[in-house]
């Protein structure tokens, strides 16, 4: 067992990128507040229907000088949906290749994550609001052996008969009935926000829709999609208000992530007219297109703009870290800092497929890749390509690497062998969640 977890540490000494001067440590100190966006997807950004934004708010986000942005990050999902994008972001591994690993491994696992980092290293509290029941995907297990110290789950708020959708509490809800805790964490604190209401099969009340006019296709999901985006656009700026109003804003950096795709493959070529694709010509490029997902990071002060380096979910949790002036060199973690000049580029996708900043690989029905050009989405013929034949081959080698290093930490709980320098392991019995603030 030693000698994987010596395999374990080489490897990642080999990803490791270091923080780049400009970022490192400007959110020292600072409050970090994640907001999840369920379900979000990146072409929703600056997206209109009938000429009206879908989510005005997220735009001027998105634009704004403080904000930096990222218009090729692409989600990481496997199976585990939700639960996988928290993995990612909270311990900087992968989730499982089939099932979720918080519901598989995440009651017995040695985690080193965010909250027991930040806590450890920098004083911080940590907390998760979400508006649903604290079992849902293990949340109550994982999030004790994550050194979380408090989990708000539904219990914790006040609700009425139509306060819930399928998926838990809405996000203006559940956004606003997390105030009165929020005001009262010691700072800084590490907190994040589950949002729910943006969940298929995006069913919202009449009441909770300002005016805005769905698309009209023949395809439900796809229209009302529109309509749920639009609400979590509303809540967020409410929140947001909420913060700016409290000052907690002023002492905070806010990191806002869409987790997975809302619309899945089957509904994209309903989508495609939407966005000027004719459904005949939608081919396996669009849909990889698709899994754009949102992320940003705003902060008073912060030198923002678009960001075009290609990235995912895997590389949150050291750009986070770098940012709090916290090094990951001696962590086990997957991914490189998103603004590390060393970042590494090559998005990897859970079913071994990838994007890299000039193509994106699909394999077929054999396996074999299929390489689009990302420019155009034109297929590049590699028999007339042996120099890029063999790339692929390398690329393919590194991500079947990546992926399979992340599947030994996790399923042979390697992470119980290697502590940190200057890391405690966590001890879930000394976290209770049961009410312990009201
Ligand atoms: C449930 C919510 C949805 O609590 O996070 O999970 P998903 O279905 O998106 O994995
Ligand atoms: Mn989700």
Redesign the pocket.
Known sequence: VGTDMDDVLTEVKKNYAKPNPVYFGKAKGKNIIVI?L??FQQFLINYKVNGQEVTPFLNSLYSDKNTMSFDNFYHE?GQ???????NMLETGLFGLPEG?LFSKLGSDNTFQAAPAILGQQDGYTSAVF?G??GS??N?DNVYKNMGYDYFFDSTYFNKTDNSSLE??MKDKLMLSESVKYLEQLQQPFYTKF?T?TN??PFELPDEDNDGFQAPNTNNSAVNNYFLTAHYLDNALEEFFNYLKSSGIYDNSMIVLYG??YGLSNNQNPDLAPLLGINSDNWTDFNDSQMQKVPFMIHMKGLKGGINHSYGGEIDVLPTILHLAGINTKQYVQLGTDLLSKQHNQIVIFRNKNFVTPHYTVLKDGNGDPKVYKNKTGELVDLSQNPELKQKVAKWQQYVNDKLKLSDTINNKNLLRFYTPTGFTPVDSKEYNYQNEIQ
């Open positions: 999840h369920e379900s999902v585990g949906k939700t639960s996988d994008a928290e979720s979400h649903n029941i849902f995907w949340r998926y838990g589950i729910v969940h298929y987790d997975h």
